[in-house]
């Protein structure tokens, strides 16, 4: 089947065939006559890949959509359905290297690794300005205990951390074995002292995060969100910024338009990265391999891993 691998990084290129050097699913939008890519029965995208219906037009022989992702909010399921186009994901390539990105946004402020950098750069080698959050002892609160919850759960606990988690499905067998309780959203919200979100962007999930529960968390609390930038109210946040001792965003409500100009790079305790948290050597490779043998599970009739 003639397959396209929409906006394949570079690390990639040993796993997907690059078929079309830089190929954006916005670049399809303004080719006039796509030629080949018309052509494409099967396409592979990443989370930033927007497959709408204008992109769905210019693809007509589409049989297949595999997300090298988890998540697949940037696809229109609906429309996919409605075409008779198969959706596929990879539901877990790492969930294990999510959560360490947690700790390591989480370390980098607790002690002050990042703070610490400026007056290493200037020759000053003093600990004086270098006082550190013990998370030991401190109370974790995870909303979503998927697999990537589930991880940062055990990572905590390793780190001598109270855990707390939410979540509409409970997963009881994994509370036990890792030793947590299911609280209200209200009352994790309210007791912990670090709050991680690993959701996915639903309609019940949008700006979960607002001013209003913020307004419930604890003066001082950590926050952080490696899900989705939507599951925050960006607005809400940066009016509330005090209120948090630091803030740790591997994604952000509108990634698209990030610049210089905005609003949280003001604010010395917000730590924020590329939406990277997925990105490892090891996890490059697994959603490859899992992509591919997405394709063969099509071919062969398998709906492990279908969407539509």
Not at 41 to 68: A, F, M
Not at 294 to 304: C, T
Request: net charge positive; glycine share 8%; hydrophobic share 40%.
């Amino acid at each position: 089947m003639r397959t396209v691998h929409f906006e394949v990084n570079i690390p990639h290129h040993s796993y997907l065939k690059r078929l079309v050097p830089g190929l954006t699913t916005s670049d399809i939008l303004s080719i006039k006559n796509a030629g080949k890519y018309n052509e494409a029965q099967v396409v592979t995208v990443r989370s930033h890949s927007k497959i709408n219906d204008g992109v769905l037009n210019k693809l007509p022989n589409l049989k297949l959509i595999c997300t090298r992702t988890g998540g697949y909010d940037h696809i229109v399921l609906d429309s996919c359905k409605k075409r008779g186009i198969a959706v596929y994901r990879v539901p877990d390539y790492g969930a294990y290297a999510i959560a360490e990105h947690v700790f390591a946004m989480l370390l980098s402020m607790t002690r002050r690794v990042v703070a610490s950098q400026k007056e290493i750069r200037e020759g000053k080698f003093s600990y004086e300005k270098c006082e550190g959050y013990t998370l030991n002892g401190k109370t974790l609160g995870v909303v979503g205990t998927g697999k990537i919850g589930l991880e940062v759960a055990r990572l905590g606990k390793a780190f001598g951390m109270k855990l707390a988690a939410f979540d509409v499905l409970k997963n009881d067998s994994a509370a036990l074995e890792i030793g947590f309780n299911y609280l209200t959203l209200e009352d994790l919200i309210k007791t912990s002292d670090v709050i991680t979100l690993h959701v996915p962007l639903l309609p019940q999930t949008k700006h979960l995060i607002n001013t209003k529960t913020i307004k419930q968390m604890k003066k001082g609390v950590i926050f952080v969100n490696a899900s989705r930038g939507a599951v925050v109210n960006t607005s809400e946040l940066v009016k509330h910024i005090k209120k948090f001792k630091y803030v740790c965003l591997d994604v952000l409500e509108d990634e698209e338009g990030f610049s210089k100009d905005n609003p949280l790079l003001k604010y010395d305790n917000v730590l924020i990265t590329p939406h990277c948290a997925f990105f490892t050597d090891r996890t490059i490779e697994a959603s490859s391999k899992i992509t591919y043998d997405n394709i063969q599970a099509f071919l062969g009739g398998s709906d492990v891993n279908r969407l539509t």
